[in-house]
């Protein structure tokens, strides 16, 4: 089966500073790759998606992501953070039967 | 509105005894998933299925058991065969990526404390 690596588990960055999490994944065909959030005390919401198509996807709340087949990647980024962006950050990799694997994610922390 | 309804939202139970956490959707979803949520280790697949009366294993199915007789019902039986029984239960259900989307959406989860 599939599998995600997020190798940071905790990150801290101050507020208005750009961010990078990392995700790298396996999986033997085209991965279907996503980023999920999920803030305190609620439930996971779809950042982004990429299927098929331009390697670098946006998604919601400024954040975008860009496929490196060569590196097998998905990194999420955000050109300036805001403190409601403290969240744990999840992403995953799905595979053509439908089955779907999570990374341990990384747990973001905004320094005012 | 559509969505996906886990119940109860705080479980408990005894060791020993065997418990079947509720996950009901309403979106005509084909695939629906469960998984377990503990600190540290996001979340593992126990068990996925993509169409009625059928459904896979995941990383950690052990202790567990599913059915799907229903395209809108997917309960998990958490069994007094799990060592560790203690954790946060997620369900999910997802459209097939032909159709445009493929991502899962969840259920708000079912805390699960064994004592």
């Known amino acids: 089966a599939q599998s995600v690596t997020q190798p940071d588990i905790h990150i801290t960055v101050s507020e208005g500073a750009s961010l990078e999490l990392r995700c790298n994944y396996s999986?033997?065909?085209?991965?279907?790759l996503f980023w999920y959030v999920q803030s305190p005390g609620q439930g996971l919401q779809l950042l982004l998606k990429?299927?098929?198509?331009?390697?670098l996807v946006q998604g919601i709340k400024g954040f975008e992501a860009e496929f490196k087949r060569s590196q097998s990647s998905f990194n999420l980024r955000k050109p300036s953070v805001h403190w409601s962006d403290a969240a744990e950050y999840f992403c995953a990799v799905g595979a053509d039967n439908n089955d779907m694997r999570f990374g341990a994610g990384t747990r973001l922390t905004v320094k005012p | 509105d559509g969505g996906i309804t886990q119940s109860p939202k705080y479980l408990f139970r005894k060791e020993g005894q065997n418990v079947t956490l509720s996950c009901e959707q309403n979106?005509?979803?084909?695939?629906m998933y469960w998984y377990r949520q503990d600190p540290g280790q996001g979340l593992r697949l126990i068990y996925y299925?993509?169409?009625?009366?059928?459904?896979q294993k995941g990383d950690i199915a052990e202790g567990y058991s599913v059915s799907r007789e229903k395209k809108e019902s997917f309960p998990l039986t958490v069994t007094s065969a799990q060592k560790n029984p203690t954790a946060f239960y997620l369900c999910?259900?997802?459209?097939?990526?032909?159709?445009?989307?493929?991502?899962?959406?969840f259920g708000p989860g079912t805390r699960l404390t064994v004592l």
């Open positions: 299925s993509q169409i009625v009366n059928d459904f």
């Open positions: 990429y299927f098929s198509g331009d390697t």
């Open positions: 999986y033997g065909a085209t991965p279907y």
């Open positions: 979106l005509n979803h084909d695939a």
């Open positions: 999910a259900s997802s459209v097939p990526r032909t159709s445009g989307s493929g991502n899962l959406l």
